[in-house]
DNA sequence: AATGAATGAGTATTCATTCAT
DNA sequence: GATGAATGAATACTCATTCAT
């Protein structure tokens, strides 16, 4: 591979490449899948791959990288305008358990990377991103009393951790409930965690009182 | 290897390889640790590996098992005598997180395997074996009404995600709680999600009307 | 290996590794011949071998099929046009000796095979077309009255067993006849074996009878 | 090993050893054959067969050895006592035949051993001795004009080389004759190759003449 | 005699990467 | 841009043989 420009064609070229490799990759894992396997997907000669890529883990990356943000993104739509933080909690959640339900093999690829070690920072940093995102909101939740005190970030990673669960029993078909069902019961599962309802319970007396 | 009566000298050479084995899987993973890297590590001959065991993957999975168990044990010990349903789960999350503290190297380990596509399925069964033993304890709280109605199941799976997101946490040095702290977090925030606290409030309620 | 379109260049090299292959597992039968010696005889680096081919026994088989073909075509050659059965089964026998002369390496390969037990079949396989090539040409002298009766098969395997003997013992050095000389003796040998005399015998006294 | 003197149970135990070696010799081969499947066979310890076996392949050739002593006790025992040499060259090949159905595995090692290039000599140097003990006899055939002239050498090994193949066509069930029916075509075939035929019939027309 | 432990040389095969055309 | 050829380091696994007890 060399620096580059590429040709209109070059540039489809490599994409096709890239999609065929995500594929891959998501089904087979990282090891399992040989470059070979990649090239003859697409059709193409072995020489070929390193016309477009540096090596095979540079792929990789660029592929996970690429599947983080776009999940990313589908948050950011999902929750774009919402102002309640509890809310943009919740539409962040069902956003991901969407995200994940339409693009199977997005997300297989990203568990496949976490369970490479070489991969493991990569996966840790995306985390670390999501819960970022996540621990913002919670963060507002609380400056707004709708969450009792607590460490925004630590609250955040048991959040993420939660809905990735979720995902991938329902991707494996563990569970049967429709999207929305399981929508619904993670979001309700994690404002519960937060302690979303002891607010409003408190809430409710407090105004009883009044 | 072949089928064997292994003598005292014996057994205790093939336990030396499966704990030095362990230690090198945990550090580097399953592809990165090479049967020669074992061996050399416990000072015996290549050949002497497969007097012991049958192949590298064999002993891997033998490892992760063992593992798996030994969790369960700690966490059996720490329930034993208890019959509280509700103290029976915050005693078992505790000990998962003491055990992950105090053998950080199985831990590892299995996070390792976790990341191995040809292993998915054995940590997937070992998650499993988790959520059931967790799912059996809920069903008892729901049983009593310390819980709120819903499926144990599916509720042990959201319990057995933030026990390890913690514990993997806490390993990486990402929380600088200390682990009694920890656990005291980890609980309350469980007990939250699966809804203790709004039956708690609910109880205290109904006592208050009579 | 892989399923692939070679170039001029690598038909020309694939044939280059077969060839060498040959001679080699002629010269010190199959296990003795590595696939280190393979390439190394043939100038190139290990991995090639596998661009060509999918593992040793499988070449090895590739060879011992051709070599078997190769005798047949000089059968067919040697016989081609005769119409006499007894001459095609004579033609036939002294094409079989002199292909085994000429080509001595494609005849210590073919033994070989057949002294491995994993080939075993392969070569059972090769001397059964070869009896049934033969059993032809015994089975129309018969009906024509050249031969007396009998099982064409069953004959036809003595043929080809007393060829395969007296190659051997011509190849081996153990007798100091000239090839034509060996071919004379072995072809009246078998012509006898399968009766001819007795017929041209009785012939003769039937011709004198009229 | 060590040269020895052994007891009467070491004796036993060696033989033991032998007879398990011989059977998985005939059956898998050479190669295929491993120290650890005889032993285990005879169910000792790896160790002991070097207690009382130099290695494997001196193991080997005392059993090809055994083997072709047998036959040609065989063989002696059939022949004794009868004076015609045309009817020792009969019995000779009807008792090949017998031995080799009613001792098939002790058949198969010999085979076995003649396919491994490390034993042809030793294969070789057995069909020799063979075609000795034949030639001896047709000589003698000769000699009394009972075979036209010929080198009785030579037409010795192509008497070997056919009752070997039909002896195997007909371990491989190739054949479905019985046995007495296949002795009396492999003795005629034999008998016809060598003339015996021709020669009948010039001496009846001789005897006709005066 | 007998056992099970230990050795280590030997070999096939894989696969990312580079090269020549 | 594209192809197929070529490289070679890396690695799991086998098995006859020897050793200590």
Redesign the interface.
């Known amino acids: 591979m060399t620096a580059q420009r590429l040709t209109r064609q070059g540039r489809k070229r490599r994409q096709q490449l890239m999609s065929e490799a995500a594929k891959l990759f998501a089904h087979?894992?990282y090891?399992?899948t040989r470059v070979?396997d990649i090239v003859?997907s697409a059709g193409v000669a072995k020489g070929l791959f390193y016309w477009y890529f540096e090596n095979k883990e540079t792929l990789f990356r660029e592929i996970i990288k690429a599947a983080r943000d776009d999940l990313r993104r589908a948050q950011a739509r999902a929750i774009e305008g919402e102002k309640d933080p509890i809310k943009r909690i919740s539409k962040g959640i069902a956003a991901s358990l969407r995200f994940n339900a339409e693009n199977e093999h997005l997300y297989l690829l990203f568990r496949?990377a976490?369970?490479?070690?070489r991969f493991?920072a990569l996966v840790?940093e995306s985390q670390q991103i999501h819960a970022e995102d996540t621990a913002a909101h919670i963060a507002a939740a609380i400056e707004r009393s709708q969450l009792p005190p607590g460490d925004p970030m630590?609250?955040a990673?048991?959040v993420?951790?939660?809905v990735?669960?979720?995902a991938r029993?329902s991707a494996?078909g563990s569970?049967d409930m429709d999207l929305d069902a399981l929508c619904e019961?993670v979001v309700s599962?994690?404002l519960?965690?937060?302690?979303a309802?002891?607010v409003a319970?408190a809430r409710k007396k407090a105004r009883a009182l009044h």
Chains 1, 2, 3, 4 share one sequence.
């Open positions: 087979s894992g090891y399992a070979i003859k496949s976490g369970r490479q070690d493991a840790e630590l609250l990673h048991g993420v951790a939660t990735f669960q979720y029993l494996s569970v019961f599962y994690c519960r965690a937060l302690g309802s002891e319970v």
